[in-house]
């Protein structure tokens, strides 16, 4: 990581829906925040700067070096761990530790999207990796040749909601067949099975479908959002920023039942997305979708 990385980070990357993250979240001097997504570490500089104690978490090692360097003023507030954030709240369930905020802005950061050896980009030309920690678990290459071709299909189908799932799988096992192993050549290949113009990349869906399944995606949110009652206090907030359908359906249906159960107070009755402004500016934050909770006052 050079400094360019960490100044650009600095400077110009924008955190999605920031003004409603804080509004939600509340942070202030003394109150214990957890960021599970840190990322460039943009939504913890927010926290860190109104007086809050923050623990990041990432997966990803680049991301790790880059927030902490760029929260490096704020060394005595902040503290970096190194996990997955559904191991890093059941690690916190087990110590008993709670928190007044907890926020996760799933999914990839534009730190990992711009990293062409990442393997992330549709027009990367190094082999189909897509781990978000790239020291774990098995590479999207690998998980499309473990699968056989209708495998493959449900899982495009189901994270991509691809219709046409069977053909794209049936056209990858081929293609690695022959010996193709890049994004841009397979991403080639499916441009050439789906017909017709598209606006977007028609091999998108099918990266974003495998991107999830490598990297466990909704299985990590299912062990968040099982573990967040437990690590919030008593009139604690959580603020969850999702970008997939699944992904708000998993966030909305949870808090609507811990809701009814009476163990969040309240809950967004609406997902909270960006305005026109913060569109023009910042790509990411048109399929943001953002939903808050408030711990009840018996945790
Ligand atoms: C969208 S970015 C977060 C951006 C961040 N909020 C900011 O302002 O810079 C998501 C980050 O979360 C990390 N991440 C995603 N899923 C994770 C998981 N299950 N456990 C730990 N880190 C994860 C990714 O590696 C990535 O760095």
């Known amino acids: 990581m050079n400094d360019p990385d960490v100044q650009r980070a600095a400077t110009s990357h ?16 003394g109150t214990r925040m957890l960021d599970c997504t840190l990322g460039m570490g943009g939504h913890s500089a927010a926290l860190l700067a109104a007086g809050a104690n923050v623990v990041g978490v990432d997966r990803d090692e680049a991301a790790q070096r880059l927030a902490a360097a760029r929260l490096s003023n704020y060394a005595e ?12 709240v059941e690690s916190a369930v087990r ?23 990442r393997g992330f980009s549709i027009r990367a030309s190094v082999p189909v990796d897509m781990r978000m920690d790239c020291a774990h678990g098995e590479s999207a290459l690998g998980l499309i040749d473990r699968l056989d071709a209708d495998e493959l299909a449900n899982v495009i189908y189901k994270y991509g ?37 598209h606006q977007r990349h028609p091999a998108l869906r099918t990266f974003q479908a495998l991107r999830i399944a490598v990297n466990d995606e909704l299985g990590q949110l299912e062990r968040l959002l099982t573990a967040l009652p437990s690590v919030l206090k008593a009139g604690g907030r959580a603020v969850i920023i ?34 026109d402004a913060e569109n023009a500016v910042n790509q990411r934050a048109a399929s943001a979708k953002l939903r808050w909770a408030i711990a009840g006052d018996q945790p």
């Not at 192993?181 to 080639?188: C, I, Q, T």
């Not at 808090?255 to 107070?265: E, I, P, Q, T």
């Open 242 to 275: 999702s970008f997939h359908s699944l992904e708000d359906r998993m966030v909305k249906q949870s808090f609507r039942a811990l809701k009814v159960a009476n163990v969040f107070s309240d809950v967004a009755a609406r997902v909270v997305i960006a305005d």
């Open 77 to 88: 507030r902040f503290t970096l761990r190194t996990n997955t954030f559904a191991d890093a």
């Open 95 to 117: 110590a008993g530790e709670q928190f007044d905020g907890v926020l996760a802005d799933l999914g990839v950061s534009s730190l990992q999207l711009d990293d062409s050896a």
């Open 161 to 197: 909601e691809e219709r046409l799932s069977r053909r794209i799988a049936r056209a990858l096992k081929q293609a690695r067949s022959e010996g193709a192993d890049s994004v841009e050549a397979l991403a080639a290949v499916i441009r050439r099975v789906v017909p017709g113009h």
């Open 14 to 29: 924008v955190p999605v829906l920031l003004d409603a993250v804080v509004q939600h979240l509340r942070p202030g001097p």
